[in-house]
Every structure is written in structure tokens, then in C-alpha cells.
């Protein structure tokens, strides 16, 4: 099993920057990929970005496209998500994901392992 903690959430306003962290423990040598998802109320959760564990490949909604950047630091086991020109319809609880395959990256129902969550609120 791997346990996945978030931080970084918070509000900023409209144009504004944050950056999340998510930090992997346990069976991290079993990951191959990590992704974020978001919520926000009365919506289903949805891809926001990917990345591969080797090979650095990434994967963006187009929601995100030139606004986020995923990364990810391998010896500390943390996946980062900058988010920049933050938009009030970027407000949502944001979730980081893990799996143990590259397959269907951008499916939420393929990742067996989920953090908390981390709430980002844009105002306008």
C-alpha cells in the first residue's frame, strides 16, 4: 500500500500562483505513475495531470494546458503541481493519485492509491 499526503492548498485570487505537493510513503518502489485530479462541488472528479515515475512523460488536461506544471522529485518521493493564472473554475478539492502501471493514466477508476485531498479556492 502507499500512503499519499497533499499540501500546499489555500486561496489566492484570480491570476494568482500555488504550488501542491504530494509526498508518497510506504510501497513507493511499486509506483510507475502519479497523477492529480480535482472536485469541486456537485462535479465529478477529473483529470488535471500526470506523470510518469521513469521516463518524465506528462499528460495535461487541456483545462490546464500552459497554466500547470506537473513534476516530481524521485528521491523524495513527491509529485509538485504549479499552478499558475489560477482561474475561479480552477477551485476545487485536489486530489493526488498513484499507480503501479502507465496504462489509462488519465482515468480516475485505474489508480489504487489516493491522498486526501487539498483544497484551492480562486476568487475572482
Known amino acids: 500500500q502507499v500512503q499519499l499526503v497533499e499540501s500546499g492548498g489555500g486561496l489566492v485570487q484570480a491570476g494568482g500562483s500555488l504550488r501542491l505537493s504530494c509526498t508518497a510513503s510506504?510501497?513507493?518502489?511499486?509506483?510507475?505513475?502519479m497523477g492529480w485530479f480535482r472536485q469541486a462541488p456537485g462535479k465529478e472528479r477529473e483529470f488535471v495531470a500526470a506523470?510518469?515515475?521513469?521516463?518524465?512523460?506528462?499528460f495535461y488536461a487541456d483545462s490546464v494546458k500552459g497554466r500547470f506544471t506537473i513534476s516530481r522529485d524521485g528521491a523524495k518521493n513527491t509529485m509538485y503541481l504549479q499552478m499558475n493564472s489560477l482561474k475561479p473554475e480552477d477551485t476545487a478539492v485536489y486530489y493526488c493519485?498513484?499507480?503501479?502501471?502507465?496504462?489509462?493514466?488519465?482515468?480516475?477508476?485505474?489508480?489504487?492509491?489516493w491522498g486526501q485531498g487539498t483544497q484551492v479556492t480562486v476568487s475572482s
Open positions: 506523470i510518469t515515475w521513469i521516463g518524465y512523460s506528462t
Open positions: 493519485a498513484a499507480k503501479d502501471n502507465l496504462y489509462t493514466l488519465l482515468e480516475r477508476t485505474s489508480y489504487d492509491n
Open positions: 510506504g510501497r513507493t518502489f511499486s509506483i510507475n505513475a
